[in-house]
């Protein structure tokens, strides 16, 4: 475990932090100059609070009006619990949601399932809580602007910041979910039909409607890939940016490897195209019952292909319970069909670097159970 020290970044340092355990994934960025942008929410380990808010906070920010972007990349539970927190509490930031939710089909949902567990289950009652604090603003006569759609070739933040009698650009483009996948795209699909129970809500896969992100702050530029997957649509997935992006220039330095590292969303033509020779990747695990990611064979693909990979913390099986106890067994398996183990690890990587610098480099720091891949590799 780290015992790094957590300090703020000077006001000419850009940072990506990334928080993660084995199901939860959230990103701030610092653009410069005391101003942030939050990507995803998962909950810290200790407090229950969102990973982000309680970062910045601890570096003794004011999140109202320090935070001045929102990103909702997915609604994939485990990349946006807590995000109607981080919403309600940084009043000043504007709100990004995939363009892939259409707000009439969304607000249905919204109807049918605010209040039950069907929505608590899938990450849609984080939707639901966000349309509810909006609306809340309004009635109070509070000027709300509406949330922003994020679609391929889209700028969703765009200015510059004056450091050191240079201008430096600050742009920040979505390069997913493309044009094809929010026409395709419909909730309908998720409504029961008549007579019909529906237990949860299962958002699509493989994972088309995911917001890709790239960041550019000066000349540096880092590729943010969510949970987005190949698909064999050249109109939809890794394809359609490769071959469509019009809003990217120059290579990435820093790449938040897409789906935790899956083999499914790992394409080829993303290194060898919009990174940088020897790119900082960074990952977060996903365990949930007997799936986790990143298995052994992803970890070693990440470790060949740069030699600055690193993971907020080691991916672990979880391990089926084995009840002695008749009763107890018969009891659990009435009530589910598997009961695991709990994945505990909790890591956060740090990477800043000065804007202005030419000749700067990056500097990549790791807390709690975050460690270089080829560590855990070598453990294994």
Not at 130 to 148: A, Y
Not at 183 to 199: I, K, N, Q, V, Y
Not at 221 to 246: C, F, H, K, Q, Y
Not at 278 to 289: E, K, N, Q, R
């Amino acid at each position: 475990m780290s015992n790094n020290q957590i300090d703020r970044p000077a006001h000419d340092e850009l940072e990506i932090s990334v928080f993660g355990s084995g199901y939860g994934e959230a990103i701030v960025l610092h653009l410069g100059d005391g101003q942030w942008a939050i990507v995803d929410s998962c909950p810290e380990r200790e407090s229950g609070r969102p990973a982000a808010l309680a970062y910045l906070q601890t570096l003794g920010f004011d999140v109202t009006d320090a935070v001045t972007l929102i990103i909702a990349t997915h609604w994939h539970d485990d990349h946006i619990r807590g995000i109607s927190t981080v919403c309600r509490e940084c009043k000043g930031a504007r709100l990004v949601i995939p363009g892939a939710i259409k707000s009439k089909e969304l607000r249905g949902l919204i109807g049918l399932y605010g209040a039950s567990t069907v929505a608590a289950e899938s990450g849609l009652d984080e939707f639901v809580e966000i349309f509810r604090i909006l609306d809340e603003r309004k009635e109070s006569g509070t000027l709300v602007s509406s949330p922003t759609l994020a679609i391929e070739n889209s700028v969703l933040h765009n200015d510059v910041l004056s450091l050191s009698g240079t201008t430096i650009k600050r742009k920040i483009s979505s390069l997913s979910p493309s044009d094809s996948c929010v026409l395709r795209a419909s909730f309908d699909r998720l409504l029961p039909r008549e007579g019909e129970h529906m237990t949860k809500i299962l958002p699509p896969t493989p994972n088309q409607a995911s917001v890709v992100l790239w960041v550019e702050i000066g000349d540096q530029n880092m590729l943010l890939g969510a949970d987005l997957e190949r698909t064999g649509d050249p109109s939809t997935g890794w394809a359609v940016i490769l071959n469509n992006s019009i809003v990217m220039s120059g290579l990435a330095a820093v790449f938040k490897v897409p789906h935790h590292g899956a083999e499914s969303a790992h394409e080829p033509r993303v290194w060898s195209e919009l990174l940088r020779r020897d790119p900082i990747a960074l990952v977060t695990p996903f365990s949930l019952g007997d799936k986790y990611l990143p298995a052994t064979e992803d970890m070693q693909r990440l470790n060949r292909l740069t030699s600055d990979a690193y993971i907020t913390s080691a991916p672990a099986k979880r391990k089926r319970h084995k009840w002695s106890n008749r009763v107890v067994r018969e009891l659990v398996e009435g009530a589910t069909r598997d009961v695991y183990d709990v994945l505990h690890g909790w890591g956060h990587i740090r990477v800043r670097r000065r804007i202005v610098d030419q000749h700067a480099c990056y500097e990549t720091v790791l807390f709690g159970d975050a460690n270089p891949i080829r560590s855990v590799i070598s453990s294994n």
